[in-house]
């Protein structure tokens, strides 16, 4: 197991002593996760298809340094839009799932939307 830093210590010691904390921390952790699961499929779908990133951006009608920064190794927090026009560019669909009906109540009106 790879040693934890600084900062991981120090999340994990105050989630010890606060369950707020832990729910707000696994929640944040849960962001990051599927925000980097989405950003490597696009990249593998990339791969896949033999485009570079360059031609990905001119294809989406991005600016290259967009794709780099958002492919690249360091951290992507792309937007819907950004996800989207990506995988259009490569035959991709974009959804989303998750358990219960299709109809969910929404926040605290009680009305009712549409889960894509």
Do not use: C, W
């Amino acid at each position: 197991m790879a040693s934890h830093t600084g900062a991981e210590r120090y999340f994990e010691t105050r989630a010890a002593g606060s369950p707020e904390y832990r729910a707000a921390l696994e929640a944040a952790r849960s962001r990051i996760a599927a925000v980097d699961g989405v950003v490597r499929a696009l990249d593998e779908r990339r791969r896949v298809l033999g485009l570079s990133k360059a031609e990905l951006a001119r294809q989406a009608g991005m600016r290259p340094e967009v794709v780099r920064r958002l492919l690249g190794a360091g951290r992507a927090n792309p937007t819907l839009a950004t996800v989207i026009s990506l995988a259009r560019v490569m035959s991709l669909d974009v959804t989303i799932s998750g358990p219960g009906p299709a109809d969910t109540p929404s926040g605290a009106s009680g009305t009712r939307r549409r889960i894509a």
